[in-house]
């Protein structure tokens, strides 16, 4: 009787623990349609090629921040194509003619690998910021690489979240063993 009160027990606190982690996340996202625009001042603009969900959003002086990244952009707009998916970010950036420069905190990923797509790029190690120079005869598609392990770069939390979850199952489902062997 003991041991169904235990699992009893282990069972509920594992799904307690998956639905908080669950509306944690949740409770925390921000959904974006592509037709939504983030201005950096009245005629220069960001905005999503997809639909997107961000753990973060919100507006510090002229620079946007989305999840855990930061964009600036001057002299021309800015569509986000892909939004760190496989270690790659992927915009537009749209001028007629002339120069741009845009930049970008992109916090722990450091240093990319290339930028493809750009006049000119630096990337500063202190301030984890990348700042792209592109000249323009019309819209110029910048892609940007990092080589580092882990897949979608995205969902990094997801995962963790996950994790976490598994590592309690996987903590209740060992008691569980140990107090059934126990009793024979």
Not at 48 to 53: E, G, L, M, N, R
Request: glycine share 4%.
């Amino acid at each position: 009787m003991r041991y169904k009160k235990i699992k009893l027990m282990l069972v509920f606190l594992s799904v307690f623990l998956v639905v908080g982690l669950v509306s944690s996340v949740s409770a925390r996202s921000f959904y974006v349609e592509p037709r939504d625009r983030f201005p950096i001042s009245s005629t220069t603009f960001i905005s999503f090629d997809d639909d997107i969900s961000l753990s973060t959003l919100y507006k510090n002086d002229r620079v946007w921040i989305f999840g855990d990244y930061s964009f600036h952009v001057f002299s021309a707009n800015m569509t986000i194509n892909n939004f760190f998916l496989n270690n790659i970010l992927e915009f537009t950036v749209t001028r007629s003619a002339g120069s741009s420069v845009s930049t970008i905190y992109v916090d722990d990923l450091g240093e990319p690998s290339s930028v493809v797509g750009s006049a000119s790029w630096s990337f500063d190690d202190v301030t984890a910021i990348l700042t792209i120079n592109v000249d323009h005869a019309s819209a110029q598609v910048v892609d940007v690489y990092w080589d580092i392990l882990g897949g979608d770069v995205a969902s990094r939390g997801e995962i963790l979240a996950a994790a976490v979850v598994a590592s309690f199952i996987l903590i209740g489902a060992v008691i569980l063993f140990l107090i059934a062997s126990r009793r024979r």
